[in-house]
């Protein structure tokens, strides 16, 4: 019997993809951005709304509008080190992967920078990406962290941080499906 259990064990390990069964109950007050990634888990992003209003308003509004869903990260770099994932490009879902036109795809609505008070200086921060040399660009891509990029401090909005998931994120390959976003809480 033992047996039997170890082995069923071992088979549900085998079949269920890292993170899947991962959850996260926001805390009272609290508004956080799940995302759902194919094949990989759920990512669970705490939403700074008191600090950076206009931005997380932008991104919970595309939310629930469904804008994310079945996007792909069109961005990953871990080349020389670890650095960030992106996504937020409505042609990710039908165009190359690799077409450049990508990173500068939005939905044509500006969003202000913000100073959230919040650093990207830790794996898992969150924020709003513009173009390089205009903070005030932003719109509806953004960027995960995977490692400290203080360097990004005061060009873009930090608006969120991973508080669970930040294993997914790791795993995160470009072209991986977004499957969906929501919010949860608030």
Known sequence: MKRFFLLVGLVLAVMLPAGAGQDYQPKAGETVLKLAVEGRG?????????EAPRTTSRI?????EGFYNGQKFHRVVRNPRPYLVQIGAPG???KSIDDDSLLSEGT???VAYEDSGFSNNAEGMVGL???PDNRDTGDCQFYITLAPAKFLDG???VFGKVVAGMDVVKKIEKSDRLVSATVIGG
């Open 60 to 64: 919970i509004e595309l939310t629930r």
């Open 108 to 110: 044509g609505r500006k």
């Open 92 to 94: 990710s879902r039908t």
């Open 129 to 131: 990406s513009a173009e």
């Open 42 to 50: 759920n990512v669970f992003i705490r939403l700074f709304t008191k």
């Open 155 to 157: 060009n873009y909005t």
